[in-house]
């Protein structure tokens, strides 16, 4: 028969792992918490809806760009064939803004229409492609994105488009990039692993 004292050990030894694994789930929830919140919808741009009804707080380059109806809003950004256009000239709108060196951003719009079997969408970080839809037909609004990495402290992202026909682009983002829940950790412990013992609770 279990004495006194043997019973009172192994009673604080099981209720020691207790609290102690009772506040690894908790500081893993409050981990996850900060992970969800850090993308936040936090948009960088100006004007990403064109709701202004105009291109205020955007750089425009090409003869074709317009403002028409949007994708779940008044307005998006028109860009369309002219006059003795071939699907070479070509539209471009973009705008700086301030990021920090090393860190990830996801870039994303929504676009719709036809490339009229020639020419494409694509979207710029600072200068270069990252981003290239060529010969898309987008029946219906449909999100392109692609995650980049700023190497300096403001980046230029562009979204370009040059067509026979015409698309529309709306609802343009770049935010900073949420980290995967396995490049978190605690005590080597992935936040992947946390998180299932917190829908565990």
């Not at 506040?23 to 948009?43: C, E, K, M, Q, Y």
């Not at 002219?82 to 996801?106: E, K």
Request: proline fraction near 3%.
């Amino acid at each position: 028969m279990m004495n006194q004292n043997t019973f009172a050990a192994k009673f604080n030894f099981f209720t020691g792992i207790f609290k102690s694994n009772r506040t690894v789930r908790l500081v893993a929830v409050a981990l996850i918490g900060f992970a969800g919140s850090a993308r936040a919808d936090d948009n960088l741009l100006t004007n990403p809806g064109f709701e202004t009804g105009s291109f205020s707080g955007w750089n425009v380059v090409g003869p074709f760009l317009g403002i028409q109806g949007g994708h779940n809003s008044t307005y998006s950004a028109y860009c369309g064939a002219g006059p003795g256009d071939n699907g070479t000239t070509g539209d471009l709108f973009s705008q700086t803004i301030p990021t920090t060196v090393g860190l990830n951003y996801d870039v994303s719009l929504w676009v719709v229409g036809t490339s009229g079997g020639n020419g494409n969408n694509y979207i710029l970080w600072d200068g270069a492609r990252v981003l290239d839809e060529v010969n898309q037909n987008f029946g219906d609004w449909t999100q392109i994105e692609v995650r980049v990495e700023a190497t300096s402290s403001s980046s230029t992202v562009g979204f370009g488009f040059v067509s026979n026909n015409s698309y529309n682009f709306d609802d343009a983002s770049v935010a900073l990039a949420t980290p995967e829940p396995s490049t978190l950790a605690i005590g080597g412990l992935p936040v992947a692993g946390l998180a299932f013992w917190r829908r565990k609770k």
